[in-house]
């Protein structure tokens, strides 16, 4: 039975691609911060599920949590914060959200790759969750989009020095999450998709087994071919 090991589970595009996995016949191991979202999402996964409760910025967390994931066929960096909301111009960044996006969003992500890196078995994957803020430039998303690109660039150099794993950045597209909810206070954000319009992306990606590099889950619905010309 494959394993994978997802962060950020409890909610949003985490919970969806971990409910669908689950489905499929994977075990599979989430993390969150609160222990009732923990709870809710376990029991929405259902029994295939495990969980740890912490924060994937804490490095005793990130010990716990490579641990408890066992051997593994998937590892999806998932969590992610915006920073600060409402968003920030860049000059406007306080130093302290700025640190704590980068441990969140770069230096949690790559720790946590290393130190399950033993664990995974030949030919698994790394999938690291990444966002259109890396190829595009907006007002007040400059500190977000820099972890992003930072991510992007780490886990296709991690392609080029790790040729027996497929590690792929996927960037999501806009979604009806707490997160991006948070990136627009006050506005409505129902026209978005719902996490799960992309789970099936994901679960193609994990079919076919593209070569590493950047995707998005809007070019994955297509032949193989397809996805790979865009």
Same mark, same amino acid.
């Given at each position: 039975m494959p394993r994978a090991l997802i962060t950020g589970g409890t909610a949003g595009l985490g919970l969806a691609l971990a409910t669908a996995l689950a489905d499929d016949g994977w075990e599979v191991v989430v993390d969150g911060r609160d222990a009732n979202?923990?709870? &809710?999402?376990?029991?929405? *996964?259902?029994?295939?599920? @495990?969980?740890l409760r912490?924060? *994937? /910025? #804490?490095? #005793?967390?990130?010990?716990?949590l490579a641990l408890q994931g066992g051997q593994l066929d998937l590892l999806v960096n998932n969590?992610? /914060?915006?920073?600060?909301?409402?968003?920030?111009p860049v000059l406007h960044? &306080?130093?302290d959200v700025l640190h704590r996006l980068w441990e969140t969003n770069v230096v949690a992500a790559l720790d946590l790759t290393a130190l399950v890196r033993p664990q995974l078995q030949p030919g698994a994957a790394i999938l690291n969750i990444t966002s259109d803020v890396t190829t595009e430039h907006y007002e007040t998303w400059g500190g977000y989009a820099a /972890?992003?690109?930072?991510?992007?660039?780490? @886990?296709? @150099?991690?392609?080029?020095?790790?040729?027996?794993?497929?590690?792929?950045?996927? &960037?999501?597209? &806009?979604?009806? @999450?707490?997160?991006h909810q948070a990136a627009f206070p006050g506005e409505d954000i129902s026209d978005r998709p719902l996490p799960s319009s992309v789970v099936p992306a994901f679960l193609r990606l994990l079919q076919d087994r593209p070569p590493s590099g950047r995707y998005r889950a809007a070019d994955l619905g297509g032949s193989l071919a397809e996805v790979l010309s865009a």
């Amino acid at each position: 039975m494959p394993r994978a090991l997802i962060t950020g589970g409890t909610a949003g595009l985490g919970l969806a691609l971990a409910t669908a996995l689950a489905d499929d016949g994977w075990e599979v191991v989430v993390d969150g911060r609160d222990a009732n979202r923990l709870a &809710d999402a376990l029991a929405e *996964i259902g029994p295939r599920a @495990t969980g740890l409760r912490g924060d *994937i /910025t #804490d490095v #005793d967390h990130r010990a716990a949590l490579a641990l408890q994931g066992g051997q593994l066929d998937l590892l999806v960096n998932n969590a992610s /914060t915006l920073g600060v909301s409402p968003l920030q111009p860049v000059l406007h960044l &306080d130093p302290d959200v700025l640190h704590r996006l980068w441990e969140t969003n770069v230096v949690a992500a790559l720790d946590l790759t290393a130190l399950v890196r033993p664990q995974l078995q030949p030919g698994a994957a790394i999938l690291n969750i990444t966002s259109d803020v890396t190829t595009e430039h907006y007002e007040t998303w400059g500190g977000y989009a820099a /972890t992003k690109a930072a991510l992007e660039h780490l @886990t296709l @150099t991690l392609a080029a020095e790790e040729p027996d794993l497929r590690c792929w950045a996927v &960037d999501p597209g &806009d979604l009806r @999450t707490a997160m991006h909810q948070a990136a627009f206070p006050g506005e409505d954000i129902s026209d978005r998709p719902l996490p799960s319009s992309v789970v099936p992306a994901f679960l193609r990606l994990l079919q076919d087994r593209p070569p590493s590099g950047r995707y998005r889950a809007a070019d994955l619905g297509g032949s193989l071919a397809e996805v790979l010309s865009a």
